[in-house]
């Protein structure tokens, strides 16, 4: 088994920005990756706030305002929506402090995926710090269920998830898809997985005044009996892809890494931040550790294959 190369903590060498849509506001919005300081971890600089005064949010569980389409961070009446692939590309490039300066409510969606996430942070490169990092470690299964969706934490060595959804509807199916969470993993098998949906679901959100932003350049939208982007899937699974890739940035959403697999069944945004919850609030099924530990082979397994899911509805599967 291979180990960690550095067990300190890392932030980035330079700048970047990146720029686009918001998904859900149709607003034109920047954020620019800052590097940071040892211990800082990884929060929000939100600017141009309602009232003009700036505000900084950490990207932590503990001040996660919504999670019905996105996953949302708030403080003090000022949020910063959508944040779920930023956070998945900090984690998984093992990025441990960042300011991310933002100037509009949500992170932009680009093409639906985290790729565009990837590039920026490869363009401002990673610098590592002298402070050690901290991970935290799972000691014992810690499980939430929620209607017929369950997500728990278990024990493992390494960084790991394990995501199954399962539609009846024939456009939909059965799909599973385990990975060990690496850097290289990260590039191969889920930034370039896209968010989806069905025409009809973002036709009824549209009327609502939301996903204002939604279209074929930043989705995988499903008819009634096909994929209508005419450039069709990115991968043949794709959309558990997608899965993995938001629980990821859910789960990020700690104080700290996760060593540990993390399984949901028909999971979401609420469902992966419950799990997360659950496992903090229970004391004596994690602790924090700061020694880097053996890692497995990246790689994933796919243990079973349908065609495509929702995420614009309910966020269940």
């Known amino acids: 088994m291979a180990r960690r190369a550095n067990g300190n903590q890392t932030t980035l060498r330079n700048r970047a920005t990146v720029s686009g849509i918001g998904v859900h506001s149709g607003r034109e919005v920047a954020i620019t990756l800052h590097p940071a300081e040892a211990d800082s971890g990884i929060y929000f600089y939100r600017t141009n706030c309602d009232g003009g005064a700036d505000r900084e949010i950490p990207a932590d569980y503990r001040y ?21 692939h930023l956070m998945a590309t900090l984690r998984a490039l093992a990025i441990d402090n960042v300011m991310v300066e933002i100037d509009g409510p949500e992170v932009p ?18 610098a590592h710090l002298s402070a050690k990092r901290r991970y935290v470690k799972v000691h014992k299964p810690v499980r939430v269920e929620l209607g017929k ?25 059965r799909q599973s898809i385990a990975v060990d969470v690496t850097a290289d993993s990260f590039r191969k098998e889920l930034a370039r997985a896209r968010t989806f949906g069905f025409l009809c679901d973002v036709e009824q959100l549209w009327a609502r005044g939301l996903c204002l932003g939604a279209s074929l350049d930043n989705a995988v939208v499903l008819g009634e009996d096909r994929v209508i982007n005419p450039e069709g899937l990115r991968f043949t699974n794709e959309f558990v892809r997608h899965k993995a890739l938001d629980a990821v940035g859910d789960i990020g959403l700690a104080s700290a890494p996760i060593l540990g697999c993390y399984k949901s069944y028909r999971g979401g945004h609420r469902l992966n931040v419950l799990a997360l919850e659950a496992l903090l609030a229970d004391t004596d099924a994690w602790s924090y550790v700061d020694t880097p530990v053996a890692r497995r082979e990246s790689g994933h397994a796919e243990l079973s294959s349908g065609v495509a899911a929702a995420t614009f509805g309910p966020d269940v599967s």
Do not use: H, K, W
């Open 64 to 84: 996660v305002s919504a999670t019905e389409l996105c996953t949302t961070v708030g403080l003090g009446g000022v949020s910063v929506a959508t944040i779920e």
């Open 109 to 126: 969606v680009m093409d639906g995926s985290a790729e565009s996430f990837l590039d920026a942070v490869d363009q401002a490169g990673i």
């Open 149 to 173: 969706s369950f997500a728990e934490f278990r024990p493992y060595d390494g960084s790991r998830v394990e995501v199954e959804i399962d539609f009846a509807n024939p456009l939909i199916g």
